[in-house]
């Protein structure tokens, strides 16, 4: 079971792509596979693959919020994808949730494999479980979610644990990159904006708007000496935020940005992490550092895991809420342990979802 001179192509549309399959294609590589990558301009994507020092190849970009753009750079990026594809002819693909890649592989008879962790978001699923010939899900999430979205059952492979394990499981903090921002170690707080414009997320909240807008200013006004370090999606989240907190722009302590390199390290060492997503709660927790989600309405199973396995996650709604919590959390200080070694003998208790796709293809391909 060689993968020498197997041609391997995978495409990353958005950043937790870029940051989970990382190690699967050093994988891949370490075998002497041949590997294409093909990337989407989304959010902080091609920063987080050239900090990586991963080569690829840049092909379309995010629609944002609007139905009809979404559609038109789905139709573009098919056409830019497909050139490239068809030169390359590989043997398989490897993908998180790319809907052009797998209409593409179908299109031309390419075996495919990926993972999803999302069926909430229904459209994107419709449009790629029918497709794939297999997909690898979170054991938590439960099997039939999948079904219901048109996928069949013995294309499913779950696992014990959650995507995040992927790449934490190698994780080994570096303190030194705490002094890009002029951080101190339990004096900051990372928050992270909501999904606005993914599908899921359309009707919840106006595309540019985030309700760190009115997180922020209590937490500041209560802890002025800590640094806050506001993490956005897009450029019109970042402009609403610097417009409505106009008045705190002049204070050092406040950084909006699109982009924080290394921040699997900022946010091991921060006092508190915030968002109103999912991924950056889910490494700050199984890093042992506390979290609070307050992504709009049911929680997702993988943070049920979470909590349900003594990882410090917390679910709130409301903004009082959540800045009473934040607040009290600060105040008692982090008793989270920076031992990145128990950290990491917890995490490998679960299966690494990357090893099991490397597996799965070198099985399939050999």
């Given amino acids: 079971m060689s993968l020498v001179n197997k041609k391997i192509w995978i ?3 958005q950043p937790k792509a870029a940051i989970m399959l990382n190690s699967l294609i050093k994988m891949f590589k370490s075998e002497e596979a041949e590997v294409m990558i093909t990337a989407r301009d989304y959010d902080s994507t091609y920063k987080l693959l050239e900090e990586k020092n991963i080569e690829f190849t840049k092909v379309g970009e995010h629609g944002g919020s609007k139905l009809e753009t979404k559609l038109q750079t789905y139709i573009e990026r098919l056409g830019g994808l497909f050139p490239l594809v068809k030169k ?23 075996p ?7 069926p909430r ?3 994107v699923c419709k449009l790629m479980l029918p497709f794939i010939d297999h997909v690898i899900t979170p054991q938590c999430i439960p099997k039939e979610w999948y079904i219901q979205l048109c996928a069949e059952a013995r294309k499913i492979t779950q696992y014990n644990g959650i995507d995040e394990i992927a790449w934490l499981s190698e994780f080994t903090p570096n303190p030194k990159k705490l002094k890009s921002f002029d951080l101190e170690k339990n004096k900051y707080v990372i928050m992270r904006s909501e999904p606005s414009s993914a599908c899921y997320f359309l009707d919840r909240l106006k595309p540019n708007e985030t309700l760190l807008s009115e997180i922020f200013p ?23 935020l610097k417009k409505t907190l106009k008045k705190y722009q002049d204070k050092p302590n406040l950084i909006i940005t ?12 921060s006092s508190l992490v915030i968002s109103g997503g999912g991924t950056i709660v889910r490494e700050s927790s199984l890093l042992n550092i506390p979290s609070i989600e307050f992504f709009p309405g049911e929680t997702a199973p993988q943070e049920h895991f979470l909590i349900n396995n003594g990882f410090p996650l917390e679910h709130i709604e409301g903004v009082d809420r959540i800045t009473r919590r934040a ?7 982090s008793n989270a342990e920076r031992d990145i070694q128990s950290v990491q003998n917890k995490i490998k208790k679960y299966d690494n979802p990357n090893k099991i796709c490397f597996n799965y293809v070198k099985v399939n391909m050999g």
Wanted: glycine share 6%.
């Fill in 218 to 240: 209590p937490l500041f006004r209560r802890f002025p000496n800590h640094k806050y370090l506001l993490l956005v999606r897009n450029q019109v989240q970042k402009d609403f």
């Fill in 327 to 333: 607040i009290n959390i600060i105040e008692e200080g």
């Fill in 88 to 110: 390359f002819q590989p043997d398989y693909f490897v993908t998180f949730m790319s809907i052009e890649g797998i209409r593409i592989a179908y299109g031309l008879k390419i």
């Fill in 121 to 123: 978001n229904i459209p």
């Fill in 11 to 13: 495409d990353l549309e």
């Fill in 258 to 269: 699109q982009y924080l390199p290394h921040l699997d390290d900022l946010c091991f060492y």
């Fill in 112 to 118: 495919s494999i990926g993972f999803n962790d999302e």
